[in-house]
């Protein structure tokens, strides 16, 4: 054997080792993903929403050198990943319009504003030579990547309550896929499929199944309780367009926290749900919570990824759990690639709490499993992820969305997913009946802080993690992996930062600045993206009123630092010029579906909770409740008598301040006093 031939053996030999280790860079082959690489073409870069880019001239030893580009200033705020195709960089700002640039230059090429709005967070989804918009009745509307005309608008029929779509529409093979987020207004959730080319309807699929559908059985079949069971779809699907395949991954059951008026798992809340890309039929589903009491919603983008396990190159899913718990699923067959068990959690016979739930053996949680009691405010309880919520402990902090909507990404050279979480308890309680929606409330004082951590995407262990300042909830930025063996995340305080995949070191940052009109810092919900044109590989973000774009060389310099965000949470809400403070209010919730009106009358609110007054002026403090009340600043300067029900009592303040004002027998019933 000629040593020429032993070398081409031993580098083909290397070559199929390396396409084995990690996921295929490079896709051409059928029934393999392709990830993106000059163009970033959906919001996620790619149909699995891989977020990863193939490009690899911005490395992690020539990071150094990455500078601005371009920035351009936009009228109007930007919360969405920019796309990039075709020579032209697609933006869509708060208000639905959707604007077409120079990806060179940041110069505008055409404008379009729909004469309904879009639900513009999440931006638009691309193909056939279109961008494809959810608008807030219910529709889409399909407009020339090219010129911004209107190729086509859907018309849905009176089935579908024009309520909003609430996501980018995904695209993949010849079909348009739109999610609605009705289950959170008493509904049920609902995707819609449309042919790409002309906007005729394919089919529908409602999260909650009716009567004589698989899955009804999880629902009391003595209550009409499903027609309003939740399961709102919040995130772009995800597409395996050679397994004709969608992927949806759907929210909590509804009434959110009214576990007694449904008992069974109620499926298919809370789970990864995968249907026929052309029929919509129901090809498997994977359940992540049993029985939502809890406002979990399966709400991080799902990740596809095919990758080594075992010897074999597997069809990979990923779904990330609200409580930062990682599953990994066959996209085939939805059955588990690492595995699961069923552990007990604690139970509530009123609540009908399920047994048990699902966790990834062996999997370790993104975020803390229990509130630290040092950040949250006295007089406070600190619970755990899976605690019942219940009336008799209406002081009960738990750790709330570890992981909800932030994207993750996946890079196919370290077999990696990357994840940006929130530590953010939330205050949770319910009242005596279980039809009301009580958002979860954060209060004055409460400490917060960021994630962000690097799992091993075939075993779901931690590789690397790391504590940032900031906490990032519900949807905001998330990072983007490349082939230079990079990661870039940007930071709330307006800071791009890009990072060492493998090791998690941090090689570079810049100051995007406060920007546009009226300012504002960070970013606002969208991920870093990057492209190629020109020969040249650009990094670009979307922050607030600004679009940056990096390139290796640029000259653009930072701009000067915002006000950072605050890390211990201050008061926020109206103040009322009052010098009167009801204890007790009644909370009216109206639930039009179920034609229903909820009173709820709450002992421990204050009405208003918040109140500015002059010096000297009296004060004065009505009882409305049923029991005692006494109300003291918590600094100690002043104070009244226990109040009794019915009864009225007045205090006067003479020193101009702020005071923290509380309930000595319920020092979880908190409001602020501004003396002027």
């Known amino acids: 054997m000629t040593r020429q031939l032993r070398d081409a053996i031993g580098a083909s030999l290397g070559l199929v080792l390396l396409l084995w280790a990690g996921a295929v860079s490079i896709r051409s082959r059928a029934g393999e993903l392709r990830y993106a690489a000059k163009e970033w073409a959906a919001p996620g870069g790619d149909d699995g929403a891989t977020r990863y880019s193939t490009l690899d001239a911005i490395t992690t030893k020539n990071i150094g050198r990455l500078g601005g580009a371009w920035v351009v200033d936009v009228p109007e705020r930007t919360e969405a990943t920019p796309l990039v195709k075709d020579g032209r960089m697609f933006i869509v700002s708060q208000t639905g319009q959707i604007t077409a640039l120079n990806p060179i230059t940041g110069s505008t090429l055409w404008t379009f504003k729909p004469d309904v709005p879009l639900n513009a967070k999440r931006g638009v989804g691309m193909g056939e030579g279109l961008l494809f918009g959810g608008l807030r009745d219910s529709n889409i509307v399909a407009v020339s990547q090219e010129t911004g005309q209107i190729v086509w608008t859907s018309h849905h029929g009176p089935d579908v309550p024009s309520q909003g779509v609430s996501t980018a529409p995904a695209y993949g093979d010849g079909v348009v896929v739109a999610v609605a987020s009705l289950g959170d207004n008493f509904l049920r959730g609902r995707a819609i499929a449309y042919d790409a080319k002309t906007g005729r309807q394919l089919w529908s699929f409602d999260v909650v199944p ?9 629902w009391p079949q003595d209550s009409d309780i499903w027609k309003y069971g939740g399961g709102a779809l919040w995130t772009t699907p995800a597409i395996d367009s050679e397994l004709d395949m969608v992927y949806l991954g759907t ?40 029985h939502d009491i809890w406002e979990h919603d399966l709400g991080t983008p799902l990740v596809l990824y095919d990758v080594g396990i075992a010897g074999q190159t597997r069809k990979a899913l990923a779904a990330m759990r609200t409580d930062g718990m990682l599953f990994v699923l066959d996209r085939q067959s939805g059955k588990p690639l690492v595995a699961v068990e069923e552990r007990p959690v ?47 402990k209406p002081n009960q902090f738990l750790p709330h969305m570890n992981m909800r909507q932030t994207p993750m990404a996946f890079s196919a050279q370290t077999r990696e997913l990357y994840a940006v979480g929130c530590v953010n308890p939330a205050w949770m309680r319910r009242a005596n009946t279980g039809w ?33 300042p900031y906490s990032e909830c519900e949807g905001s930025g998330g990072p983007l992996t490349t082939a230079g063996g990079l990661m870039f995340h940007e930071e709330p305080d307006g800071v791009l930062q890009a990072y060492d995949a493998k090791s998690g070191q941090m090689l570079w940052q810049f100051q995007t600045g406060q920007v546009g009109l009226g300012g504002g810092a960070g970013p606002s919900a969208a991920a870093p993206m990057s492209y190629e044109i020109g020969g040249e590989q650009y990094v670009a973000v979307a922050n607030n009123r600004a679009v940056w774009a990096f390139k290796l060389g640029g000259t653009v310099p930072q701009r000067a630092a915002p006000q950072a965000p605050p890390v211990v949470r201050e008061w926020t809400g109206q103040i009322a010029d009052s010098a009167t403070v009801q204890l007790g209010a009644v909370r009216v919730f109206t639930i039009n579906s179920a034609g229903k009106r909820i009173e709820w009358n709450n002992e421990y609110d204050l009405a208003p909770n918040r109140i500015r007054v002059k010096a000297g002026a009296p004060i004065t403090f009505r009882n409305s409740t049923g029991g005692k009340h006494t109300i003291v600043a918590r600094d100690g300067s002043w104070r009244t008598a226990s109040i009794d029900p ?5 205090v006067t303040v003479n ?11 319920h ?10």
């Open 210 to 218: 009716g009567p004589g559908e698989p899955g009804h059985e999880t």
């Open 251 to 290: 929210g909590n059951a509804v009434p959110q926290y009214g576990g007694e008026l449904r008992p069974g798992n109620n499926l298919y809340d809370n789970s990864v749900v995968a249907l026929d890309l052309k029929t919509g039929k129901l090809r498997w589903y994977y359940q992540v919570i049993h």
């Open 346 to 392: 604690k139970q509530n016979a009123f609540l009908k709490t399920s047994p048990t739930q699902p966790f990834t053996v062996g999997a370790d949680r993104v975020g803390p499993d229990c509130v630290d009691p040092s950040m949250i405010p006295s007089g406070f309880i600190a619970g755990c992820y899976f605690d019942p919520i219940t009336v008799d």
């Open 436 to 468: 009301e929606f009580i958002q979860p409330v954060r209060l004055p004082g409460e400490k917060q802080y960021g994630i962000l951590a690097a799992l091993d995407a075939t075993t779901a262990k931690i590789k690397w993690q790391k504590r940032l």
């Open 646 to 650: 019915g009864a009225s009592m007045s």
């Open 655 to 665: 020193k101009p301040g702020t005071y923290e004002f509380i309930c000595t027998d």
């Open 667 to 676: 020092p979880w019933t908190i409001g602020q006093l501004i003396v002027e």
